[in-house]
């Protein structure tokens, strides 16, 4: 099983201002029976290996040093890809293609870490989520910010219909979390639309409608923590701390 992790945004609204990657906010996580910081990125990446993905590839921008150091120090096995320019996600997910080799993969932005102690990861390389790709979803207050999926219920499976990006007229009160496991069918649509700049959620989309399995999951919408926004760091921060002491720390 192969992850890959997109840490090359321009990142506008983290507060920033460039200095560093937001990527590498520190979140509070459980360690060994104890309670430490480490970076966003960091804590994907433990929670990928420990999850038995053995092969994790990082997508950062070229000039990104502390990033870059920090990878090759903590994490000389993760293999680091660059994003020349800010083409999107959507062109950050392609850079990946080659790594990727044709074969379904996690994905995980740099910037969330969903806290349920490493089962979506499990799950992916149990072999679970075979020949179709999975969706986490969660109950968000304005799905127009969101990727948006519309969804049914088929016995114990939610199967996605459609989804879109940002949409004026929801058709869920969903949005999509950041991280997936993906056909390859993702990535080959990926490669068709590049040079239209083509982004990630039609790329999923376009496998729905080519006949592909996408199913979603249901998450609580606190498990997924999200630095992406100066304003709600420090209660991401707290939310971290509480399921660090819940993991028994």
């Known amino acids: 099983m192969k992850g890959v ?3 090359a945004g321009l990142g506008t609204r983290s507060g920033l201002d460039g200095k560093f990657r937001k990527e590498m906010l520190p979140l509070y996580d459980c360690r060994d029976g104890r309670t ?4 966003v990125l960091d804590c994907i990446i433990n929670g990928m290996s420990n ?6 590839a990082c997508v950062i921008k070229p000039d990104d040093l502390i990033t870059r150091t920090y990878l090759s120090n903590e994490f000389p096995d993760v293999e680091i890809l660059y994003q020349p320019a800010p083409d999107g996600y959507g062109n950050a997910v392609l850079m990946a293609d080659s790594f990727v080799s044709g074969e379904d993969f996690l994905l995980n932005a740099g ?5 349920d102690s490493g089962e979506f ?3 992916a390389v149990s072999g679970k989520f075979k020949n ?3 969706l986490n979803i969660m109950k968000v207050e304005d799905p127009r910010n969101y990727g948006c999926p519309s969804i049914e219920v088929v016995g114990d499976e939610i199967r996605v219909l459609a989804v879109d990006e940002k949409p004026a007229k929801p058709r869920s009160d969903y949005g999509l979390c950041a991280v997936y496991f993906l056909n390859q069918d993702v990535m080959d649509n990926l490669r ?3 040079k239209r700049g083509g982004e990630l959620t039609p790329a999923i989309n376009k496998s729905i409608q080519n006949g592909n399995e996408v199913t979603a999951r249901i998450i609580e919408g606190k498990k997924w923590l ?3 926004k100066a304003k709600k760091y420090v209660e991401v921060l707290r939310r971290s701390l509480e399921e660090s002491e819940l993991q028994g720390c």
């Not at 430490?36 to 970076?39: A, E, S």
């Open 121 to 123: 990861f499990r799950l």
């Open 192 to 194: 068709e639309a590049a």
């Open 111 to 115: 910037d969330g870490f969903l806290v």
């Open 132 to 134: 179709k790709s999975v």
């Open 51 to 56: 999850s038995g993905v053995r092969e994790i």
């Open 226 to 228: 999200s630095v992406g």
């Open 5 to 7: 992790i997109t840490a």
């Open 36 to 39: 430490v910081l480490r970076p």
